[in-house]
């Protein structure tokens, strides 16, 4: 089975200024790639995925993330972000052998004014 | 609103006790899967049922059980309760066997007191 590790536990962020957000996957041959959002007692929404095709997937407000196979990266990013923004992140991998998803811990992105 | 039905949103026990907590998946989709989030484990996969049958098993104790019915919708058996099983339970669905990602519902909330 995937494993997904996501560097930072917490991103503190002012608003307008953009935010990376990084997640690494342990390799696999074809690996299907997620990003999904949790706002404050709710529950997980999918910002954005990577089926194949090409490596830059743009997703729901305004967020991307980069598939790079030779760094096993899938990081994502936003140029701007605004105080709405702030929520919890979890990146996911599955892959050919195992469609079942793998989570990350998650990243807490806190946007101030 | 995803299209995934959770019931209860919210579920006060004591310990020792038993509950139930539905799901209701998506129009269309067949499988449904079900994860515990905790604060100190994060998202755990505990189990996965596609056209009624088990698909796949996580991390799931032999105090918890589950089933999909006829109609695909799923229930989650949690008995002899521990105020460890305190968790968020999310319920997740997907066209097939989950390679093209999953949708959320937005979860019950069991508190074991």
């Known amino acids: 089975a995937q494993s997904v590790t996501q560097l930072d536990s917490q991103v503190p962020v002012f608003e307008e200024a953009p935010v990376e957000l990084r997640c690494n996957y342990s390799?696999?041959?074809?690996?299907?790639l997620f990003w999904y959002v949790q706002y404050p007692n709710q529950g997980l929404q999918l910002l954005l995925k990577?089926?194949?095709?090409?490596?830059l997937v743009k997703g729901i407000n305004g967020f991307e993330a980069e598939f790079n196979k030779s760094q096993t990266s899938f990081h994502l990013r936003k140029p701007s972000v605004h105080i709405s923004d702030t929520a919890e992140y979890f990146c996911?991998?599955?892959?050919?052998?195992?469609?079942?998803?793998?989570f990350g811990a998650g990243t807490t992105v806190t946007v101030r004014a | 609103d995803s299209g995934v039905t959770q019931t209860p949103k919210h579920l006060i026990t004591a310990t020792g006790q038993r509950v139930t907590l539905r799901c209701s998946p998506r129009?269309?989709?067949?499988?449904v899967y079900w994860y515990q989030q905790s604060l100190d484990q994060g998202l755990q996969f505990l189990i996965q049922?596609?056209?009624?049958?088990?698909?796949a098993k996580g991390n799931i104790l032999e105090r918890f059980s589950a089933q999909q019915f006829p109609d695909l919708h799923s229930e989650l058996n949690l008995s002899s309760l521990e105020l460890g099983d305190s968790a968020l339970y999310f319920c997740?669905?997907?066209?097939?066997?989950?390679?093209?990602?999953?949708?959320f519902g937005s979860g019950t909330r069991l508190t074991v007191v």
């Open positions: 997740a669905s997907s066209v097939g066997d989950g390679g093209y990602g999953y949708t």
């Open positions: 390799s696999s041959v074809s690996v299907y």
């Open positions: 990577y089926l194949s095709g090409s490596t």
């Open positions: 996911a991998v599955s892959d050919d052998s195992d469609y079942k998803l793998s």
């Open positions: 129009s269309g989709d067949l499988s």
């Open positions: 049922y596609y056209n009624g049958e088990e698909r």
